[in-house]
């Protein structure tokens, strides 16, 4: 199976600065990584995704890390902005049309 | 494209009643998806479907729940004699080629008192 950790629960940071969520996998054969954001009342919503033949990925303000030696990724919001506020899920499968297995999500609120 | 569907939004029962929820994927996705969010447990994997057969439900109480998909444009999962511990959000996802365009409807809100 897949086992994955997620950190902090909770993420408290000013506006403008940067944020960054953490997560470690256990089975070596992931190797797809999604990050899903949910807003209160919301379904989650996919903003960004890495496969196992890259290390590094950005789009726009989000950039996203994957070290499989470490069996760890990370979601870094550069600049974050009060709409970035909402819970965030990584979440890692290890093939396709399998389940996705999620971390226990990170609450992010961007204060002024 | 109107998205994955769930219906009910929201539903109450009665500890011991039965609860069915719906969900009708986006037209053309071939794999169906069922997870539970609760506070505690998070994002929890019950059972997926790909052309409507039943592919993993490693993460279903066996006793109790229980998942179909008729055809390819509805799947319903079932719960017998609801607890209490079974009051969570429900959420469908489906995917077309499984892994990219996972989408997820909007829950099923089941509360059991």
């Known amino acids: 199976g897949e086992q994955v950790e997620q950190l902090p629960s909770i993420l408290r940071v000013q506006e403008r600065s940067s944020a960054s969520i953490n997560c470690t996998y256990e089975n070596s054969a992931s190797n797809y990584f999604p990050w899903y954001k949910q807003e209160p009342g919301e379904n989650p919503k996919l903003i960004i995704d890495i496969r196992s033949n890259m290390e590094r990925k950005q789009i726009q303000g989000l950039i996203v890390l994957l070290d499989k030696k470490a069996k760890r990724f990370s979601l870094h919001i550069t600049d974050t902005q009060p709409a970035d506020s909402a819970m965030y899920f990584c979440?890692?499968?290890?093939?396709?049309?399998?389940?996705?297995?999620f971390g226990q999500g990170t609450s992010l609120s961007v204060v002024p | 494209n109107a998205g994955v569907i769930q219906t009910p939004r929201h539903k109450v029962t009665g500890k011991g009643q039965e609860a069915t929820l719906w969900c009708e994927p986006i037209?053309?996705?071939?794999?169906v998806f069922w997870y539970r969010q609760t506070i505690v447990q998070g994002l929890e994997f019950l059972t997926y479907?790909?052309?409507?057969?039943?592919?993993?439900d490693s993460g279903m109480p066996k006793e109790r729940f229980s998942a179909q998909m008729p055809n390819q444009s509805h799947s319903t999962l079932k719960i017998q004699s609801t607890q209490p511990q079974d009051s969570a959000v429900y959420l469908c996802?489906?995917?077309?080629?499984?892994?990219?365009?996972?989408?997820f409807g909007s829950g099923t809100r089941l509360l059991v008192i």
């Open positions: 479907f790909r052309n409507q057969a039943p592919i993993d």
């Open positions: 979440a890692a499968t290890p093939s396709s049309f399998s389940k996705l297995v």
């Open positions: 037209s053309g996705h071939s794999a």
């Open positions: 996802a489906s995917s077309l080629r499984g892994q990219a365009d996972y989408t």
